[in-house]
């Protein structure tokens, strides 16, 4: 039965709610949370709810009818913004593409089996020193229709010796070159920006031949993630991916390619995250830019750039790995949302070693649930119309535009490189995120927010190390990690876990919801607490529960109104009794005997680092 559309209102009964109605009643919650005075305009409000990420690109707190969207065409189409391909992953999918890095050839290839058999896709393999050995190619892949499964070689400079072995044991196998799908994965500035180390290979000579005899294979990665690792904002991963191919496509025509065969040899590799819209308008602003550069170049209609999301390692975490299961749903998500054609997650045990079969099955159905239960590709571009997506990915386009003119202008990607216009405003943005992160404005889940002290990390066997000499590889739970690390080691040698006594003041409900602060806080690094069975106002026995616990540090846990009585006798009590530092968990202020604060911004690294040093933990 058909309704007329006429005979569905639906909110046509409802006055229709403005602007500058939302812009009062924010203000309202904003002055009841005092952040905003009596005297302030209600055009003022989304001026304070605005925030900007690591690229200033403002992100406003409401986008509406009226705003000014950009069009970002149909999908398929250029400028590809809403999808390389008409029809998405509607029909098949995106690529579901398992990493492997064992270098034992026999481990691997059980591995590579377990991984086809159960839904991947396609197989990415990391050779060389980081990895396998290029002459263990054929025994990994013994059993494997390579004319089924795409794979992608990752070797950097020892690409010299796996590229060759991959044209050999394609022509043993005897596949049909119109079969053969992946990537070579040769990468020299990626190579480059990893490493610092130059190296020369045949790469035009191979790139003729994908673009000649083999249909489906491809001879580049432009692997942004060398960027996203080191610290970079997405703007900042964008433009260098962006300057990064098209430094390989002067490259390509040079050497004799026509431009659309040019292009037709590159794949991106980018980082997802667990922002998932940053991580969604990222991967659609980086179509709209290689759309750009196809248009400058004289082929529009070439500009289709292939995509290859991978979860970051920055964010991954070696404590409490399990919520990196989290953090790769979201980024995975979010790669599919934003129309990436190959998508790889990460094991949540990754920062350990070598995953285990656990992890990599965890990896793998995490993407098999979001395409087949979740139904995450069944819609093209499901972000797109979104006021806020939109925005968000033509401004950061612009912010990474801005970002790969300058780096032309610096002579392109390699003379950026060996200059350090990379490295120094990578390190920059990376100061900007460390400050963030140690005040928890970037909260950890698992290491610097709910940390477990109690809990057992697997252990894995060590993977190879990665190579470097080039940009620095960073994660976003280092800081924490490693004094995690410090407080663990001296618990190990002297059986005693470095301790802070929480002296609590009055009642529980006056002290337990700060108490519950300075342990989570002290937790992060590896810290414990202990308190007195009952929380009271008299100095001599809060300094005496401290002496008996045997801590060196103390940390008052209370109300504003309790610390204006009692704070200052307490904190001189404990001083007596020996405590070598007397925090508050509270707001500054000025209390005698306080040596610092603890509160919600506090410069939690610093805290911590200052009190292992206080307990001895060398």
Known sequence: MTVPSETLPLASDFPAATREQWQRLALGVLRKAGL??????????????????YDDVTLAPLYAGDDPTPMPGPPGLFPYTRGARAAGAVTAGWDLRQRHADPDPKVTAEAVVADLENGATSLWLVLG??????????????????????????AGADAVE????WFALLNQRQVPPAEVRGNLGVDPLGWLARTGQRWEGPVDEWARTCAADFPGLRALT??????????????????????????????????????????????????????????IAKLRAARRLWARVAQVSGVPEHGAQRQHAVTSTAMMTARDPWVNMLRTTLACFAAGVGGADAVTVQPFD??????????????????????????????????????????????????????????????????????????????ATWQRRADNLAHRRDPLTG????????????????????????????????AYESLRDRADAHATVTQTRPTVF??????????????????NLFGAGGIATVRPPVGTDDPA??????????????????????????????????????????????????????????????????VLETTLDDLGVA
């Not at 302030?40 to 989304?46: K, L």
């Not at 796996?162 to 072995?165: F, N």
């Open 36 to 53: 905003a005075g009596e005297d302030t305009p209600a055009d003022a409000v989304e001026d304070l709810l605005a925030h900007s990420g």
């Open 129 to 154: 020193d980081d990895g396998l050995p290029p002459a263990g190619l054929a025994a990994v892949l013994d059993g494997v229709y390579l004319d089924l499964a795409a794979v992608v070689l990752d």
């Open 162 to 165: 796996a590229v060759p072995e």
């Open 222 to 279: 432009v692997d942004a993630t060398a960027f996203h690792d080191a610290g970079a904002s997405d703007a900042q991963e964008l433009g260098c991916a962006i300057a990064t191919g098209v430094a390989y496509l002067r490259d390509l025509t040079a050497a004799g390619l026509g431009v659309p065969a040019a292009f037709g040899q590159l794949e991106f590799r980018y980082a997802a995250t667990a922002d998932q819209f940053a991580t």
């Open 350 to 427: 990754h920062c350990l070693g070598l995953p285990d079969g656990f992890a990599r099955r965890i990896a793998r159905n995490t993407q098999s649930l979001l395409l087949e239960e979740a139904n995450v590709g069944r819609v093209i571009d499901p972000a797109g119309g979104s006021w806020y997506v939109e925005r968000y990915t033509e401004e950061l386009a612009r912010a990474a535009w801005t970002w790969f003119t300058e780096i032309e202008r610096a002579g392109g990607m390699a003379a950026a490189l060996d200059s350090g216009l990379i490295a120094d405003r990578l390190a």
């Open 447 to 478: 290491v610097s927010e709910f940390p477990d002290l109690g809990e057992r990390v697997p252990t894995r066997p060590a993977a190879p190390a990665p190579s470097g000499g080039g940009l620095p590889r960073r994660r976003y739970a280092q």
């Open 502 to 519: 929480l002296a609590t003041l009055g009642p529980e409900a006056a002290h337990n919801a700060r108490a519950g602060f300075a342990a």
């Open 541 to 606: 026995r809060l300094a005496a529960e401290f002496t008996a616990s045997g801590a060196r540090v103390a940390c008052l846990c209370s109300a504003d109104r309790l610390y204006a009585q009692s704070a200052e006798a307490v904190a001189q009590a404990l001083i007596d009794a020996g405590a070598d530092r007397v925090w508050l968990a509270g707001k500054p202020a000025d209390h005698s005997g306080v040596h610092g604060y603890l509160y919600a911004g506090c410069d939690a690294v610093a």
